[in-house]
């Protein structure tokens, strides 16, 4: 069974489509995309150039073997647009049941997702 990731990125709310479609062109299957409004201290929004506070935030299980094309294409198509992108082991915070389930592809109800 190969090793899932969860990669998270966030982005200004214009871009959320944008990144949708990058990481499910690189082969995340599943992209959950939630629109976020929050504040953080005035250097880090500007060092992020992030000072609108909406943001696009997306969650995408992905193999880990396609971590590497998934940060591809984001750099590729948000272009000079700034984001954050990380990955982070799903065995860490999954439990084994559910990570089980979408390493297989499979659905609560038994259904291929």
């Known amino acids: 069974m190969e090793k899932l ?14 990144m ?13 995309q939630m629109q976020g409004h929050g504040t953080a201290k005035a250097a880090w929004l ?3 150039g992030l000072s609108d506070t909406r943001r696009a935030v997306l969650l ?7 971590v590497a094309a998934a940060f591809s294409a984001l750099q590729a198509a948000l272009g ?5 992108a990380v990955s982070i082991p799903f065995s860490s915070i999954a439990g084994r049941d559910a990570y ?5 592809g499979g659905s609560a109800h038994g259904k291929t997702v």
């Open 5 to 18: 990731v969860l990669i998270l990125a966030v982005a200004g709310h214009e871009l959320g489509e944008r």
């Open 20 to 32: 949708r479609a990058a990481l499910e062109g690189a082969n995340c299957a599943v992209c959950f």
């Open 46 to 48: 500007e060092y992020l």
């Open 60 to 66: 995408a299980p992905c193999a880990e073997s396609a």
């Open 80 to 84: 000079e647009a700034r984001y954050f």
């Open 100 to 104: 089980e389930l979408l390493a297989q």
